[in-house]
């Protein structure tokens, strides 16, 4: 079974340039997570798709970040200006349609923003 | 506000010790306990766990969830160089409109020296 694939794997930009990651997922899988983990810290979700729909992104920044998964499968995150505080991990997961099915992970894209 | 609490933050010990780490909750609508292990790229998976007393085993590493005392340990027994990472905790639980959320803990970081 293919996993999650990310990418790119790392990304460096300066500070109000606009960024943007991929995620494929895992054949099935209708849930989908986009998570942002800073070294030291466990990951914080910000914003998890249901096939097509968009579940929870209560703790999205909505002023600079969005997100979509056209079609139910492939899902892009974007950041449009980055600050200096965005500099993170970017973990995709995807679970199946199942309240208690552990959700598998991307390797993550590592974002450095200077 | 739901939570997850991990201890200790960070624990350094020799090959071939045994270690417990501990993961308490207080998380409404609980459904299920999850541990992940973090090296240097995304979080794989290791248990899940719904019943309170069933533990559940892979080689050296082992987990019991404690749903009384809302917690989780996870062992590992004869510790390994290789086993050196941050282990995480997280919370399944039903949110609004009972979609499915995570809630995760910091992490235990891990370092087990030769």
């Known amino acids: 079974e293919a996993g999650v694939a990310q990418s790119p794997r790392y990304k460096i930009i300066e500070k109000r340039q606009s960024v943007a990651f991929w995620c494929n997922p895992i054949?099935?899988?209708?849930?989908l997570y986009w998570y942002q983990q800073i070294l030291g810290q466990g990951p914080k979700l910000l914003i998890q798709?249901?096939?097509?729909?968009?579940?929870?992104d209560s703790q999205l920044p909505k002023d600079r970040f969005s997100a979509e998964r056209l079609k139910g499968v492939d899902s892009t995150l974007k950041i449009q200006p980055a600050k200096l505080e965005d500099s993170a991990v970017y973990l995709c997961?995807?679970?199946?349609?199942?309240?208690?099915?552990?959700?598998?992970f991307g390797n993550g894209t590592r974002l450095t923003v200077t | 506000e739901d939570k997850v609490v991990q201890s200790p933050l960070s624990l350094v010990v020799h090959e071939g010790d045994t270690v417990t780490l501990n993961c308490s909750y207080e998380?409404?609508?609980?459904?299920?306990l999850l541990w992940y292990k973090q090296e240097k790229k995304a979080p794989t998976f290791l248990f899940m766990l719904?019943?309170?007393?069933i533990e559940k085993k892979s080689g050296r590493l082992s987990s019991i969830l404690d749903k009384k005392e809302l917690s989780s340990i996870l062992n590992i027994t004869a510790t390994q160089t290789g086993d050196s990472a941050i282990y995480l905790c997280?919370?399944?639980?039903f949110g609004a409109g009972n979609n499915r959320k995570l809630i995760w803990g910091l992490g235990t970081s891990l370092a087990v020296n030769p």
């Open positions: 997961a995807t679970g199946l349609d199942r309240g208690d099915s552990p959700l598998h």
């Open positions: 054949s099935g899988h209708a849930t």
């Open positions: 798709f249901q096939n097509n729909g968009v579940v929870d």
């Open positions: 998380v409404t609508n609980f459904r299920s």
């Open positions: 719904t019943s309170s007393g």
């Open positions: 997280a919370v399944g639980a």
